[in-house]
């Protein structure tokens, strides 16, 4: 499990109370649900949010087609790291698509689509307190990360 906080601020730290973060994880399996893994919330009058999901993992992307071709050509791996993709729209300022990206996993530096930046790395938190339901058994980890995002204004807004 994985609860993710933060924070959506305007580019001057004025909180974007209300603004909407559409968050999904990529699946490549069989049978799973189309919106699987996918969610939309509002941050509070704070523009603070906080979100449970389980923890991504890293995932082989499709080795058909060109680009499998290709990468088999230069003897790259097919891998990307573990991650969450964000949306982030508040009225009157432009808005973010982005991904987060988890400190220590193996594809961090060698993302097949090149996407990890360092800004967008945070370090998980074990939180024994809230894992098994916050029971804090063991055998279902639980683990916390924050990242405060920034929208910047909309011309003429």
């Given at each position: 499990?994985?609860f993710?906080s ?23 399996y ?7 893994l ?15 999901t ?13 680009t ?54 945070v ?30 204004p909309?011309?003429?807004?």
């Amino acid at each position: 499990m994985l609860f993710l906080s933060g924070t959506v601020s305007s580019l001057d730290g004025r909180p974007l109370a209300g603004a909407m973060l559409d968050m999904w994880q990529a699946h490549f399996y069989e049978g799973i649900p189309a919106f699987n893994l996918r969610g939309r919330f509002t941050t509070d009058r704070e523009g603070r949010f906080e979100v449970r999901t389980v923890l991504p993992a890293a995932y082989e992307i499709p080795k058909e087609g060109p680009t499998g071709r290709l990468l088999n050509a230069l003897g790259r791996h097919f891998f990307r790291p573990s991650h969450l993709h964000i949306r982030l729209s508040h009225p009157g300022h432009k808005p973010l698509t982005t991904q987060i990206y988890f400190e220590g996993d193996a594809y961090l530096h060698s993302d097949v689509v090149g996407a990890v930046k360092d800004s967008l790395v945070v370090k998980l938190q074990k939180d024994d307190a809230r894992s098994n339901g916050g029971q804090g058994a063991p055998d279902s980890p639980c683990y916390t990360c924050s990242y405060n995002f920034v929208l910047q204004p909309q011309a003429g807004a």
